[in-house]
Structure formats: structure tokens, C-alpha cells
């Protein structure tokens, strides 16, 4: 809460004839040649067959050529279903590089004054799923505190590029400031124990439409919504 804020092949012979000899028909197997035309010293054999080697020295060309520095196919179909989920109601958090899969939570916006001056008091729950975040209209050193707030939270402060701060302990009904270590630009709280379970600690990176700021890789498009 805020302040609370990719030849040829000969048949077999004919046997022998007894008798007066003969001239024997000779069987050869038909072999099939096409015309043949050089590029470069490179034989091709019927047009067709020269542009489908034409095509396959493209692609090759092609598959060959890295994309972007810095970027693989991979990293771009993982940027790509990274920016699918860019939303203002959920936030994404990728806090390592291990095999689960990073937590997304609904989140409820805290913009005005007023409602970050209330925050989450007087909630008796929230899902697990759930958390609420306040984003600010100039970055500040923030500080907040429990008063009036029933749920144990995870208080995490966010810097205006989306990269996690540091995470504060939020003790029900405790008037004790809770501070951010660095200037803000937002604050995500969840229910306590979020942060311990998903490895969310100082450099973890948050998505969101709010943070403009953020890495390439974790900036949702400008025509992601932000307050829809």
C-alpha cells in the first residue's frame, strides 16, 4: 500500500546358341538421360530441375544467414509468445532461466492517488493468482506500510524498466516503513510467500504494457492497452 503507494546398366547376357552361329541379339537396358546444361560446372538435368536447384541454393543461402545479432530463432519465437501476453490486467515474471514456467498473475491497476492510498486495506483475501500494482506518474524512493491491511504481502519494488528492486516483507496491520532501495516506478504486491516460491528477487524482470522502459525482448508493442 502506498505511503501507505534445414551409368549406365547392362542387362544380363543371353546364353550360348548350339547350332550354326548366329549373330545373338544383345539386350542393353535403356538408360535415361536428360539434356544436360552447365552453370558454373554444375550439371542440371531438365529446366525444372535447375530451378528447383536454384530454389534450394536460396533457401540454403537463406537458413545459413543468422538473424539479427543476438537473436536466434529461438530467442524470436520465445520474444514473440512473450509479447502475446502483454495485457495491463496481468503481469509476467521471468526471474530465471530455469524450465518452469514464469507466473503470471491478475492484477488489479492502482493509478490514482486515491487508490493507492487505500491500496489492498480492508481486503480479507486475495487469489493466489492475484496481486495488486501501483504505478506511479513520476519514479520515487517509495515507501509503504500495512496499516489497516489484513493480507501478509510480498511488497516488490520495481524500477521504471520493469526489473525488480528488491522485495519488501508487508506484516499485517504494521505502521513500520517498508522502503524500495532505488527510485520506482511501480510496486507489485502479492501474497506473502510469492516471491520465495518463484525465485522473484532483485533483477527479475516484469512484463507489462506499463513499463516502456524495458528491455527489448520484454517491451510489450505501443498499441498493447495499459489502463483498458
Do not use: K
Amino acid at each position: 500500500m502506498m505511503s501507505r503507494v534445414g551409368s549406365r546398366v547392362s542387362a544380363p547376357c543371353a546364353p550360348a546358341a548350339t547350332g550354326p552361329p548366329e549373330t545373338a541379339p544383345v539386350f542393353t537396358a535403356p538408360v535415361f538421360t536428360a539434356p544436360v546444361s552447365t552453370v558454373s560446372g554444375v550439371g542440371l538435368r531438365r529446366p525444372e530441375t535447375r530451378r528447383l536447384w536454384f530454389l534450394g541454393a536460396i533457401i540454403g543461402l537463406a537458413l545459413a544467414v543468422p538473424p539479427a545479432t543476438g537473436q536466434t530463432v529461438d530467442s524470436l519465437a520465445a520474444r514473440a509468445d512473450r509479447l502475446a501476453i502483454c495485457g495491463s490486467q496481468t503481469v509476467t515474471i521471468f526471474a530465471g532461466d530455469g524450465p518452469a514456467a514464469p507466473p503470471t498473475y491478475r492484477v488489479e491497476l492502482a493509478l490514482t492517488p486515491e487508490e493507492q492510498r487505500r491500496g489492498l486495506m480492508f481486503r480479507e483475501r486475495m487469489d493466489a493468482d492475484a496481486g495488486m500494482l501501483f504505478v506511479f506518474d513520476q519514479p520515487r524512493e517509495a515507501s509503504f506500510w500495512m496499516r489497516n491491511t489484513f493480507i501478509p504481502l510480498d511488497i516488490i519494488f520495481i524500477d521504471t524498466a520493469g526489473r525488480v528492486l528488491n522485495v519488501g516483507e508487508g506484516v499485517p496491520f504494521s505502521e513500520a516503513s517498508v522502503r524500495s532501495e532505488g527510485v520506482a516506478g511501480a510496486v507489485l504486491e502479492l501474497n506473502r510467500g510469492q516471491a520465495e516460491a518463484h525465485g522473484i528477487g532483485p533483477g527479475a524482470q516484469l512484463l507489462h504494457p506499463a513499463f516502456r522502459a524495458a528491455p527489448g525482448d520484454f517491451r510489450c508493442p505501443p498499441a498493447a492497452p495499459f489502463t483498458d
